[in-house]
């Protein structure tokens, strides 16, 4: 979330899509509510089915699920024919008037300039901006396309050529006249994007979208300013083969209406889970380290060479200035080394910067299961993570299961993936033929732990422990780290491959084999390892003191810190972390005083953005932070998300992230896979071409896996209906199952069926039905209901289903046989995003029928 | 049944003086005292470990923390001052009493060994130590020092790690901090899926 | 947690007029406001319900809906009713209304009850039961115009929602309202719950365009204490059968204004309550069987 749970009630407008927060979130969606009973909100919720947050909802829109680039394309458009955009935002905090290099292509025909038909990738040095200076009510002088449009361009084959930059000085447009500029490419590219269109794709009938689109973008009307709308979404994005891709379509929507950085405002993903926000934080994932750090790569062939690539440059008009936060990389850099491995890293090894993989390729979550069943990962650790549950494709993760040498779970209920050798169809013959041995311990709950989550909205809170774990259970952290202690002593003993980071991977605490997560959050905030005193205040820090903030972070070895965005969080005033002042004087649900958020306690990102160019509020009434002339300084009633004396008059921008200092409504180069403005792509399995470019239905990027096990359906095959999956507010993904009270709520699965199609199938509410996709079958009660309607895709009658994922082998109602033990995610594709690599969970092809 | 009117009265209802009406004693009846299952047990603050929106609870233990009360837990209710959730909670978090007492928790480390059909019991040190051998023998079959063109590389391909969504902060960067040194690239967690 | 606080008697069941010392402390009527328009049928309240009050788990069965079971349960107390109506131009609206008992001021099963004090009426509103006087004779079962009292052959008594009294008398708000994620239920004064449900359904016709948005609060019987604001307050029946004028059967009112001043005999009161509502009305159900043996001996002193 840019914003916060609280700050929702903030706003006047709500577009709820791609999430359906009133059943997964209902303690946060009752901020939504309070947005109604005191601001008269509205809310517009977009989604295949008539959801419980539907129901409270204003205005209720099915779409077909996957449609959604093309309808908040749509919206696009409709906002800027209709002038429902803010103008001096839009020019000031955005690249809206930056101009982009000639010979880069809109995709027309589904591609962007670039793409290489054989790697299915694109060579991006088109998508760029173009350098030089103010061209505001310049003529425009038209220069000779460089190359065909469309065609690749050849990549050298031999020497590798310096990796394209962005220009320090680029070309900008204030009158954003330029056919160039972001803002006019922008303009054409969802000028495509007609209310006709959308229905084709969406299904949406033109006067409803309309209708929709009026309703969101009232907000902007006449240039009015004080207004905010927000977007709130969830995975219902996200799991798509263009998810991130959905979302960008969603932040440059609030970009180009001025929503992004204001209270009631921003662009919310509501994280499911308690602590993924964190655990991204954390950098539990492939691609990158605490604070996401780039991951290095083999071309990094020292420290030096992995922070000049990763370190980004100032990229901007020349008269304006940018923060360019990311620069300050090497600090974040050397003080995470520094926590990994202690005293053993010293400038002289280069901070141990070659104790940490290389990577240059993926590994994400479903190449994991790809890549066991193919031979390739001998050993998986699963701690508290059920990998068979989750997909896609159950089935292939089983069969994966069954290919590794052994796999250690970490649980505190048994679950399908460490009984994977016995999952419904595995005879007692064909377990003797499993050589896999899984070892299953048992774990701790979350009332018999202590540490911190992150919540959606970023603030990281610390929980206290209140029981023991039962039994012989121990606490994760005890298990985790005996485990690699363990490990170290054999190496100890007996040597072995590179035994270095094995070796010297720091475990300062008072007992490393059960480690106090106090002293690990401690770590991660980082501390002094000399005396630092900062020039400008005289302030000194003593060596072993925690530090207050990044700031104080250094490239030198001088200081040492997990995670350079947690920095603050656990300072020599203790933790921040714990802090329970309840007090609001803004009246606005900052709560300052309350845990602690990154970074450095900011509630709402982007905050300068609330002001106008001067430093004032849009809205007086909602006041965030402002420019204080007398103190030269920006204060206010958030910690301002800015540099705090950089005057107004120099034009700093407010994305401090991004090195234009502006946000992206063009993403320049290397950060997108699949195109710099989002483009409509169809779903893998889709019953329709693309009516934008039949011939470029997909996704270009996306690639299929190859196995045996990865088959993909079509129409042609019978797979006519459109399936999606969610989550019950009554259950809690695959562990309530466990839990009797949620239980009687919801005992058993269904599938949700449309009247009109369920009439023609001849099936009543409650008798069996068995869907069917390319990979597996799925079995459960039907659930008939009209809050599902047949929809017209590009003139064709659909219907779409849905499927709850919270049932699988292991279960009170599985244990007592009231379930076909079939799994949702055995229906699923393996697919994923080019950008997030999250699998198309949503929106994949399926035939219905009596079971 | 062999209740008495008198007795049923006296045990439900108590209070000051009232009047007889019928000539029945009927002193007792004009209010009621009810006692609260939660007023005495020991309120511990914590964070629900569903989703994001991070509600924050109470968990009501038996006893007062001395030493020879082994706490149990009572109840789960919002927590009123958490600015989120204001005291309120979902379904899910409603019902948190019944996934920390639950007899359906795994209670003892066990093995299935390759070939077999059922789960065993194993020791926790059998278990460390029997992992400890594996992960050094995957890791020492399969680290890579350099790739094909002789760059550095340092990983460890036969090993991944899924990371679950429930774990903390901290626990995550142990996880960062011990499969990173391993080499370990496979690395992910509930929040790319 | 202080114990003085104690839940005042307005009247016992088996007793005519008002308890004896009632009137002399005051207090004010609690009321429980449920408004529709903002329920998410998310069930926090039927867990926390069952949770507080430490209800034994009961089996339930899809039945094509999100519903959790079809009715109330003599261990369930409070249960949202899913309902999708058809509005005139085809488009659904799916309501959800968490139903209860109404804790009504007037109460039919109070009235209906033959036993000594085994429903009690506080000042506050709030209308208990307490088994130990419960006879099961289940005529609270026929008196309530709700549906709501029932019956547990188990123990052969009749329960139903306590609006928390052992919470409300200790000064904290009910389960259900504390739970709930939304503030769709609310919980205060009668006086603050009527003032915030009519600014609701204000709110609702002049920003939100329910013309026909309103309180549901039937005078038929007093008012209640639990109260709604409905998106369509002309219709309540479509909100799972919640009736628009509810009534308590005549035969179980009519012997209290006629036999109030001369009448004084426990026995007799619910011996000819019985009579009049088998005369009115006949057998209410035939399972299960209303325990006579120990009416009788309830009735007995």
Redesign the interface.
């Known amino acids: 979330m840019t914003n916060g749970w609280i700050d929702i009630k903030n706003t006047d407008m709500m577009l709820i899509m791609g999430g359906n927060p009133a059943e997964n979130h209902p303690c946060g969606f009752k901020w939504a509510i309070e947005a109604k009973l005191h601001r008269n909100a509205k809310t517009i919720v977009v989604d295949p089915r008539l959801t419980r947050t539907a129901a409270t909802a204003d205005m209720y829109v099915q779409i077909r699920a996957g449609s959604d680039i093309a309808f908040l394309g749509g919206m696009i458009n409709y906002a800027i024919l209709n002038n429902r955009i803010a103008h001096d935002y839009l020019v000031n905090y955005t690249n809206a008037a930056f101009i982009i290099k000639d010979g880069f292509k809109l995709p027309e025909d589904g591609l962007y300039s670039g793409f290489d038909a054989e790697k299915k990738t694109y060579d991006k040095s088109t998508w760029n901006y173009e350098e030089g200076g103010d061209l505001t009510g310049k003529p425009v002088v038209p220069t000779p396309v460089s190359h065909p449009a469309g065609a690749a361009k050849p990549m050298a084959p031999a020497a590798t050529p310096p990796p394209p930059a962005l220009p320090p000085n680029t070309a900008f447009d204030l009158s954003l006249q330029h056919p160039r500029c972001v803002f006019q490419l922008m303009k054409k590219q969802y000028e495509r994007y007609t209310p006709e269109m959308v229905e084709r794709i969406t299904g949406i009938p033109q006067n409803q979208f309309l209708k929709a689109a009026d309703l969101f973008t009232s907000v902007r009307k006449d240039g009015d300013m004080k207004k905010v709308a927000t977007i709130i979404y969830a995975v219902g994005w996200t799991q798509h083969s263009f998810g991130t891709q959905i979302i960008r379509t969603a932040a440059m929507l609030q970009l180009l209406m001025g929503n992004v950085g204001r209270a009631g405002g921003g662009v919310n993903a509501l994280r499911g889970h308690s602590n993924i926000q964190g655990a991204t934080d954390m950098a539990g994932i492939f691609d990158i380290l605490p604070g996401y750090l780039k991951m290095p790569n083999p071309n990094d062939v020292d420290l030096a060479t992995y922070l000049k690539r990763t370190t980004p440059t100032l990229s901007k008009p020349d008269p304006w200035d940018s923060f360019n936060y990311w620069s300050n990389t090497p600090k974040f850099a050397v003080s995470f080394l520094k926590a990994m491995y202690g005293p053993a890293a010293t400038k002289d090894n280069d901070w141990a910067f070659h104790y940490l993989p290389k990577i240059d390729r993926n590994y994400s979550w479903v190449n994991i299961w790809n890549d066991m069943y193919e031979g390739k990962i001998k050993g998986l650790f699963a701690f508290g993570m059920n990998g068979v549950m989750i997909g896609p494709d159950s089935n292939k993760n089983i069969d994966a299961l069954k290919k590794a040498d052994w796999l250690v779970v970490c649980e505190i209920y048994p679950d399908e993936t460490s009984e994977f050798w016995r999952a419904p169809g595995i005879t007692a013959d064909d377990q003797k033929k499993i050589n896999t041995t899984v070892y299953r311990l048992p774990g701790a709950g979350f009332a018999e732990k202590d540490g911190t989550f992150v919540n959606s909205a970023r603030w990281l809170q610390w929980k206290n422990v209140a029981v023991p774990p039962p039994g012989e259970a121990r606490l994760d952290q005890e298990i985790l780290a005996t485990i690699f202690l363990k490990v170290r002593e054999l190496y100890q003993k007996e040597g072995g491959k590179f035994p270095d980071p094995v070796l010297n991977a720091a475990f300062p605490y008072t007992n490393p084999y059960n480690p106090s997560l106090a002293e690990v959050a401690k770590e991660v905030n980082g501390k002094a390892l000399a005396d630092l005193t900062d020039p400008k205040t005289n302030v000194t820090i003593k060596a072993g003191q925690q530090l207050p903030g990044f700031a104080w972070l250094k490239d030198d070895g001088t200081t040492l810190s997990g995670n350079w965005l947690y920095c603050g969080s656990w300072t020599e005033a203790g933790a921040l972390t714990q802090r329970r002042g309840t007090d609001d004087p803004s009246g606005l649900g900052i709560y300052q005083n309350w845990a602690w958020s990154w970074p450095m306690n900011r509630r709402v990102l982007y905050n300068r953005a609330s002001c106008d160019g001067s430093g004032k509020p849009w809205d007086p009434q909602r006041r965030q932070v402002w420019w204080d002339e007398a103190k030269q300084s920006w204060v206010g009633n958030d910690v301002p998300d800015f540099k705090a004396d950089s005057a107004p008059k120099d034009h700093m921008g407010p994305f401090i992230m991004n090195p234009e200092g502006v946000g992206r409504l063009f993403v320049p180069l290397g950060a997108m896979a699949d195109g710099p403005f989002p483009e409509y792509y169809e779903p893998i399995e889709s019953p329709i071409a693309n009516p934008l470019h039949p011939r470029q239905s997909n996704n270009p990027v996306v690639k299929r896996y190859n196995t045996d096990l990865d088959k993909y359906g079509t129409v042609e095959q019978g797979f006519n209906v459109i399936c999606t999956t969610y989550r019950l507010t009554e259950h809690y993904h695959y562990w309530t199952k466990n839990n009797p009270m949620n239980v009687q709520l919801v005992p058993e699965p269904f599938v949700e069926v449309p009247a009109e199609l369920a009439d023609r199938m001849g099936i009543r509410g409650g008798e069996k039905v068995k869907v069917t996709s390319a990979r597996s079958h799925y079995i459960a009660k039907a659930m008939v209901t009209r809050r599902i309607r047949p929809m017209k895709i590009d003139g064709k009658e659909t219907f779409q289903i849905g499927i709850p994922i919270h049932w699988g082998f292991r279960g009170i109602a599985e244990d007592e046989g009231k379930t076909a033990k079939t799994l949702a995610n055995q229906l699923t594709p393996t697919v994923i995003d080019p950008n997030a690599y999250t699998p198309e969970f949503k929106g994949f092809l399926v035939k219905i029928e009596k079971a | 049944m062999e209740l008495s009117r008198r007795t049923f009265l006296k045990g439900t209802l108590a209070g000051g003086a009232g009047i007889s009406l019928l000539g029945f004693d009927l002193t007792p009846v004009y209010a009621q005292t009810q006692s609260l299952k939660i007023s005495r047990a020991t309120e511990t603050r914590s964070t629900c470990p569903y989703c994001a929106v991070s509600c924050g609870v109470i968990i009501y233990t038996l006893g007062d923390k001395a030493k020879n009360a082994i706490p149990q837990v009572v109840h789960v209710e919002g927590d009123p001052d958490h600015p989120i959730n204001r005291g309120t909670l979902c379904p899910k978090g409603s019902s948190l009493e019944q996934d920390i007492l639950n007899d359906r928790r795994l209670l003892k480390p066990q093995v299935r060994r390759p070939g077999t059909t059922e789960w065993e019991d194993i020791s926790w040190d059998q278990a460390y130590a029997e992992i400890a051998r594996k992960v050094k023998q995957t890791r020492d079959d399969t680290f890579l020092e350099t790739d094909a063109q002789g760059k550095t590389v340092n990983r460890c391909e036969g090993i991944a790690w899924t990371g679950g969504c429930t774990d903390t902060n901290e626990f995550n960067y142990l996880a960062v901090k011990s499969m990173r040194s391993l080499g370990v690239c496979y690395l992910e967690n509930q929040a790319r899926v | 947690?202080s114990?003085r606080?104690?839940?005042?008697?307005e009247k016992?069941s088996g007793?005519s007029g008002a308890?004896?010392?009632?009137g002399?402390q005051r207090d004010f009527e609690v009321c429980k406001l449920v408004d529709t328009?903002?329920?998410?049928?998310?069930?926090?309240c039927?867990?926390?319900c069952?949770?507080?009050n430490?209800m034994p788990?009961?089996?339930?069965?899809?039945?094509?809906?999100?519903q959790?079971m079809p009715e109330t349960r003599w261990n369930f107390w409070n249960l949202i009713k899913f309902n999708?109506h058809?509005r005139e131009d085809g488009?659904?609206?799916?309501?959800?209304r968490k139903d209860q008992c109404m804790h009504c001021a007037d109460p039919g099963c109070l009235a209906a009850c033959p036993a000594?004090?085994a429903i009690?009426k506080?000042t506050n509103g709030i209308v208990d039961f307490?088994q130990?006087?419960c006879i099961g004779c289940e005529f609270c079962v026929s008196g309530c115009p709700f549906n709501i009292p029932r019956f547990n052959p188990g123990t052969k008594k009749v329960y139903k929602c306590t609006l928390c009294?052992?919470?409300v008398?200790?000064g904290?708000e009910p389960?259900c309202i504390?739970?709930?994620?939304?503030?769709?239920l609310k919980f205060g004064s009668k006086d603050d719950m009527k003032f915030i449900a009519n600014e609701?359904a204000r709110?609702l016709k002049e920003?939100?365009g329910m013309e026909k948005a309103g309180v549901y609060d039937p005078q038929s019987i007093g008012g209640t204490h639990v109260i709604y604001v409905l998106h369509d307050a002309t219709d309540p029946e479509r909100y799972g059968g919640l009736p628009k004028n509810p009534t308590i059967p005549w035969s179980y009112t009519v012997w209290k204004w006629l036999f109030k001043p001369v009448l004084?005999?426990f026995a007799l009161f619910g011996a000819v309550g019985v009579l009049l509502h088998y005369v009115a009305v006949g057998p209410r159900r035939p399972q299960p069987e209303p325990p006579e043996k120990?009416a009788a001996?309830?009735n007995g002193?």
């Not at chain 3, 328009?37 to 926090?44: R, V, Y």
């Open positions: 947690m114990d606080k104690t839940l005042q008697t016992i007793h308890s004896p010392g009632f002399m328009t903002t329920c998410i049928g998310c069930k926090a039927e867990v926390a069952v949770e507080w430490d788990f009961g089996a339930t069965t899809f039945d094509n809906t999100y959790t999708e058809q488009t659904i609206q799916w309501l959800m000594d004090g009690v506080y307490n130990e006087n009294s052992d919470r008398g200790q904290l389960a504390k739970a709930c994620p939304t503030g769709c609701r709110q920003n939100f004084g005999t120990e001996n309830g002193d």
